[in-house]
Nanobody, 121 residues
Framework: QVQLQESGPGLVKPSQTLSLTCTVSNDSITTSLYSWIWIRQPPGKGLEWMGSIGSSGSTNYGPSLKSRASISRDTSTNQVILHVSSVTPEDTAIYYC??????????????WGKGTLVTEN
């Protein structure tokens, strides 16, 4: 089965860059027909689709993040990386990586990581 696991610092200083890594097992981020997605859930709020990256390396981002979010990949380690610059308290959330059926939220997801809490402090 496909497995995804988020990792990275749980605390981010104000105005610094949030960085997380999603390690993908049993699927290839370069050859898969699926996309790789970052989703977050702030406390007391709903899920927010942040962005995705496809096997070609093409990326899509949610409108609320604009230029602050960057999704990349490390093909040698089969990992997907998220960077969110200039963090504010609004960036405090549980962050999930997931496998998507396409590049957009409307395509749906089938596998999720367990999520990791990132707090701006």
């Amino acid at each position: 089965q496909v497995q995804l696991q988020e990792s990275g610092p749980g605390l981010v200083k104000p105005s610094q860059t949030l960085s997380l890594t999603c390690t993908v097992s049993n699927d290839s981020i370069t050859t898969s027909l699926y996309s790789w997605i970052w989703i977050r859930q702030p406390p007391g709020k709903g899920l927010e689709w942040m962005g995705s990256i496809g096997s070609s390396g093409s990326t899509n981002y949610g409108p609320s993040l604009k230029s602050r979010a960057s999704i990349s990949r490390d093909t040698s380690t089969n990992q997907v990386i998220l960077h969110v610059s200039s963090v504010t308290p609004e960036d405090t959330a549980i962050y999930y990586c997931a496998r998507g059926r396409g590049p957009s939220a409307e395509n749906g997801m089938d596998f999720w990581g367990k999520g990791t809490l990132v707090t701006e402090n």
